[in-house]
């Protein structure tokens, strides 16, 4: 792909890449295979017999055709597809295997449909939908295949032919005597295994086998009543267990929580642009073998055309789509609601339609060639917020167009004027536009030649509604035109193919109401069985806190203690955490395998733990340094990371450990060559490329210390801190005996490999329900293989508007432990609101913020790179932030009161694609701020009357005009209104204009629901930003993308 002014565009894809050591399932399924079977006059109940033969062909190519795919499973209209354990197919990248796997099987089923249905037409391109399903062990990919052939017992034709059998007088036992072993029981497994390769007959008959003792691929169908029991594939002896796992015993039954890990589907951005890309598979082999015309083949280039009408025809949300080669961009209305917008739906739909139509129509437009290999694709979606970087997004693809046909074009006509395809290659290496244009003139005798050549070639093809006839349900025209989408003319001409005008935000409220389309927004990120979760909390620029505060180097032991302290802490408030490991400035905390924990929602358990940990660092200060003052409010950044077996949480421990043992001797020699006269960059730079033993052997030499024995374990080897149980003697029985309850206990230890099997089998710390069973020696594992995920970190759609929302944690019962006034406790919400001024003085990014009671919400600009955009990240600094300063000024606002409990809040991210509907989200808070502040006014009047707090609840769900009854209570007329702002309408937070420079951000209590406050301060949510020039501005001249 060439380098244009547009690629930032390609800044919006998101990574989908499957971590290791998940198994990746291909799911595939037709769609609506109701209406086809009925359109195509399916006999009921055994023409659906070749409907399945067709199915099981279609999956025993899949499998011939990818030797990464080791065994499928199908019944009715659907296949499994189980990849190797360790694949590294496509790179894991999900889409891709997705889109693949689809388009090969679509391709498959239309070529074999004549062999099946000789006597039947194929009225129209069937097509099916696919998603990606990840076993993170091998019992979760036994109870899928357990749950599907489960699905195929219920859902199949079994019950319906044993009916019918029995109405034409078999009996039960018969007819169940008949069916036994048929493939509407059992479903259909398609593997592979391992065969001798038999390579030629002797004279005498007698075979020869290969001396090397080579073996080939078979693929095998079987049936059987349990394919998810270890005897069938003990009995199969076709896979090994480096591909695909040891299975468990006997599983007899699926869990619900796999189920819905199964069934969850990633959904895209509401409000966005959705364009689904699709380009061939090893096409420039499809093209020599089929011999194609070079540089273009006009007829290869309409019948791609054609597919793109035929998709644009069946999902009247795609309004434009645009071709050229072999790849086709389908842009999809904003407001789309195709499949819920699950990726995975959108993606597998619209590939499979394009590659059943390219297989069905090939005849037409090659009626003398024949189909010498079948024709699949790859897709992705991408989703992009506005309609202007929709524009630059197609700019993009038609200046690639451009760049890539010229360069075509020169280098064919070279080659067919003698040349060799590399020298051909050599002359055109480093020449730009004007010097090939020069050189097709030469080749042609034609003066400017490249603009003789058909639009189709120099432009691509777009596909769009006609707009004389798009008002017409069935006279709808889908024209294919070779247009200059660069300029603005095509678009101004159009205007309704990206119309922005559409007001979603009051359309969905009139359906739905305003809470259901702000909290559709929000991305459930549940952790699904059987993963172990792993929450790894770190300094915000600990370098600056130390240097600040005076810390020792390289370590400071009381430091280290308040780490220690905190970690104990974290432990002692949450049983479901287990054990701990930290060092230096970080720590990580390990929940039990099955957890329910905040219901594994991955962003509430992050900023709860976070939290917590920042207030206690902040509480704890006085104890250990009672000499030193907390000069500013100390942070944390956490990270969930996601163990998916217990050797992968080995790999992680080993990493963390290594990391500490590396950085603590690397700090250890800086620190004394610096203590002994050498600058930090001196320092730094002798032992910049050192090794492990030269450093050792530095300090031994140099400094007289043996790093093993003079650095004490606390530095070397990090602290672990976990949970035992013991047994604590309460009492003595009635009889004498002593009555012995076991309890929990906090021990600290440490290990030089706190990974190894053998440091918990001899502690027996924990039972092998609440972790999982370590392996015997992680050296085989080879724990580099996992590292990539342990740093893999999700992030935020670009152009988009970040809203971090904090709510605190039990603050009711903290609220009741600390007396707050009822109500509304001024000083209280003085207090968050100071929070919120110390977060915005913090992030600069931060434009705006909300808050009402004990929640508080911040918008990040739309242009921010914070973080680079990595939610964890985000969500974590912000809610430490918070945190921190809540603990450390609350004696300034509550100056007799001492904290009994420490406060903690959660926090989530949520992008907004435009400002308009930020607006909405920050007026619904608003609205919420005031319904449940009358709410609360009239309960605590209520209460003060006399009436008890259930009564004044009752009374209230009765009661609909809470203002009169206010104005009853308190005989002041129109009461509510004569309430302080900050109860009525919250505060809102902000950079005052005048003193936007020098930095002075004001707290005001303001009505955000009018357009008012937003006219006076259009400057908070500006979306008069050139994007194209800020992302440029990062990622070069050329558009090549450094931070995603």
């Not at 990248?93 to 693949?100: M, T, Y």
């Not at 059943?356 to 437009?365: A, V």
């Not at 129109?974 to 937070?989: A, C, E, I």
Request: proline share 3%; hydrophobic share 35%; net charge neutral.
């Amino acid at each position: 792909m060439a380098n244009s002014k547009y690629k930032y565009v390609k800044s919006f894809e998101v990574e989908d890449r499957i971590m290791l050591p998940n198994t990746i399932i291909i799911h595939v399924r037709a769609r609506d295979f109701g209406r086809f079977s009925q359109v195509h006059k399916f006999e009921k109940p055994n023409d659906e017999k070749k409907a399945l033969e067709l199915m099981n062909e279609c999956a025993n190519a899949v499998l011939a055709q990818f030797p990464e795919v080791i065994f499928s499973y199908g019944y009715g209209d659907e296949y499994s597809f189980i990849f190797k354990k360790k694949t590294e197919f496509y790179n894991r990248r999900g889409s891709k295997i997705l889109s693949v796997i689809v388009s090969f099987f679509t391709s498959t089923y239309v070529t074999k449909w004549r062999e099946l249905f000789p006597q039947k037409e194929l009225k129209y391109a069937p097509s099916f939908r696919a998603r990606v399903i990840c076993c993170a062990s091998m019992e979760v990919l036994q109870a899928y295949l357990l749950w599907r052939q489960g699905e195929c017992h219920t859902n199949n034709q079994y019950a319906t032919s044993l009916r019918e059998l029995i109405e034409r007088g078999n009996s039960r036992e018969e007819a169940q005597a008949t069916l036994r072993g048929s493939m509407f029981h059992h479903g259909t497994c398609t593997l592979t295994t391992q065969v001798k390769d038999i390579e030629k007959y002797k004279d005498n008959g007698s075979t020869v086998k290969r001396s090397r003792k080579k073996r080939k691929r078979e693929v095998l169908t079987v049936h059987s009543e349990n394919i998810a029991s270890k005897r069938f594939w003990i009995e199969k002896k076709c896979l090994s267990e480096e591909e695909v796992g040891q299975f468990c015993e006997e599983l007899n039954e699926t869990r619900p929580e796999y189920i819905k890990s199964f069934q969850s589907e990633s959904r895209l951005m509401l409000s966005t642009w959705i364009v689904v890309c699709i380009d061939g598979c090893h096409f420039h082999r499809f093209s020599d073998v089929h011999e194609f015309e070079k540089p273009n083949d006009a007829q290869a280039l309409n019948l791609m055309n054609a597919c793109a009408v035929a998709v644009v025809e069946a999902f009247r949300d795609v309004v434009f789509a645009y071709g050229v080669s072999d790849e086709y961009s389908f842009v999809f209305n904003k407001d789309s609601e195709l499949y819920q917008r699950c990726a995975s739906e959108i993606v597998s739909s619209v590939v499979s339609i394009f590659s059943s139509t390219y297989t069905m129509r090939w005849n037409e437009f090659f009626p003398q060639k024949d189909m010498k290999h079948l024709p699949y694709f790859d897709g992705r979606a991408v989703c992009y917020p506005s309609s202007e970087i929709i524009k630059d997004y197609l700019a993009w693809r038609q200046v690639d167009c451009h760049i890539n046909n010229q360069y075509n074009t020169c280098f064919w006509l070279l080659v067919k004027s003698g040349k060799s395809k590399r020298g051909a290659q050599k002359d055109l290496k480093g020449t730009e536009t004007l010097e090939k244009n020069e050189l097709l003139d030469r080749l042609n005798g034609v003066p400017n030649y490249y603009n003789t050549l058909p639009p189709m070639f120099r432009l691509g093809s777009s596909v769009f509604c006609d707009k004389d006839n798009e008002q017409g349900a069935t006279g709808r025209t889908d024209v294919v035109g070779h247009c200059n989408i660069i300029e603005t003319g095509f678009w101004e001409a159009l205007p309704q193919i990206l119309d922005e005008k559409v007001d979603r935000f009051k359309a969905v409220q009139k359906t739905t109401g305003v809470s259901y389309f702000m909290n559709s927004f929000e991305v459930e990120h549940e952790i699904m069985l059987p993963n172990t979760i792993i929450v790894h909390v770190h300094a915000r620029d600990f370098c600056r806190f130390s240097e600040v505060h005076k810390f020792e180097k390289p370590n400071d032991k009381k430091a280290l203690e308040l780490m220690n302290e905190c970690a104990t802490a974290v432990l002692e408030q949450f049983p479901d955490i287990i054990f701990s490991y930290g060092y230096s400035d970080e720590y990580s905390f390990i929940f039990r395998k099955e957890t329910k924990f905040y219901q594994r929602r991955g962003s509430k358990i992050l900023s709860v733990i976070v939290s917590f940990f920042t207030s206690t660092y902040v509480t704890k200060w006085r104890a250990l340094f009672p000499q030193k003052e907390l000069k500013y409010a100390h942070s944390f950044r956490a990270q969930i990371i996601c163990c998916a077996s217990v050797e992968v949480l080995q790999a992680y421990l080993s990493w963390r450990q290594y990391e500490c043992d590396t950085n603590n001797l690397y700090d250890t020699c800086l620190w004394q060559l610096i203590k002994s006269g050498k600058s930090k960059k001196d320092a730094q730079d002798k032992l910049r490329g050192s090794l492990k033993q030269d450093r050792n052997e530095l300090l031994y030499q140099c400094f007289n210390i043996n790093y093993k024995k003079d650095i004490p374990e606390m530095f070397r080897q990090g602290t672990c801190i976990l949970k035992t149980e013991v047994e604590d003697i309460v009492k003595d029985k009635d009889d004498g005996n002593p009555v012995t309850p076991r309890c929990t206990k906090l021990l600290t230890v440490r290990s030089k490999n706190i990974a190894s099997k053998r440091f918990w089998m001899e502690k027996k710390w924990l039972s092998k329900e609440e972790l999982g069973q370590f392996c015997e020696k992680l050296n085989k594992t080879r724990p580099d293989q996992y590292i990539e995920s342990f740093q893999y970190e999700s992030r935020l759609m670009l152009s988009t508007w970040i809203v971090v929302r904090i709510d605190g944690c039990h603050f009711h019962r903290f609220s009741d432990v600390h007396e707050f006034e009822k109500p509304n406790d001024a000083r209280a919400l003085n207090l968050i609101n100071a929070c919120a001024v110390a977060v915005l003085e913090e992030f600069r990014d931060v434009v705006f913020a909300y808050g009402v009671s004990d929640e508080y919400s911040f918008v990040l600009n739309k242009d921010s790179e914070l973080y680079q955009r990595r939610a964890s990240e985000i969500v974590s600094s912000i809610v430490s932030i918070f945190s921190s300063t809540y603990t450390m000024r609350w004696n300034e606002f509550f100056p007799q009161k001492e904290t009994k409990h420490l406060p903690c809040f959660y926090a989530r991210a949520v992008c907004y694609p435009s400002s308009k509907i930020v607006k909405g989200y920050l007026a619904w808070r608003q609205v919420d701020c005031n319904i449940n502040n009358q709410y609360d006014t009239c309960l605590w009047l209520l209460v003060e009357s006399g009436m008890s707090k259930s009564d004044a609840q009752s009374y209230l769900e009765r009661t609909e005009e809470k203002n009169e009854l206010l104005d009853r209570l308190t005989g002041v007329p129109d009461y509510y209104n004569t309430l302080p702002p900050m109860f009525r309408l919250g505060s809102s937070v902000f950079w005052d204009k005048d003193n936007e420079g020098g930095g002075r951000v004001v707290v005001g209590h303001c009505d955000i629901n009018e357009t008012g406050f937003w006219e006076a301060h259009p400057e908070i949510l500006d979306e008069k930003v050139d994007r194209f020039k800020a992302v440029r501005t990062t990622t070069g001249k050329n558009g090549s993308n450094v931070t995603p």
